[in-house]
């Protein structure tokens, strides 16, 4: 596995940051993820992680989801996940976060 496994686009959505996410999501791909994230919440509006494209997370992935969270709890703009994958859905209910990271079926406009 290499680090162009993942795909990582980020684009504006409504007042926030759309960061749509694809692939695989693992430790080789982690410093790509998390760069992305942080990145996009260095602004003001929320951050909708887009996962319906993911194929495979593992806790690293998972973590920088967490990671992210915690970095809003801290002051950072607030981060959504928005239609996870089967298998990123699979990973938060197994791991028992799901209640954690706020769900969104909507994008704004």
Partial sequence: MSEDQVQ???????????????????????????????????????????????????????GSLLAANERSREGAAPIRIYEPSDAVRRLLDVSGVAPVLIEVTELPE
Avoid: N, W
Avoid at 34 to 54: C, I, K
């Fill in 8 to 62: 990582v686009e980020v684009s504006d959505c409504g007042e926030g940051v759309l960061v749509k996410v694809a692939g695989i999501v693992d430790a080789l791909s982690l410093p790509i993820v998390s760069r992305e994230l942080t990145d996009a919440q260095r602004g003001s509006g929320t951050v909708y992680v887009h996962l319906a494209g993911v194929t495979f997370m593992d806790s690293r992935g998972l």
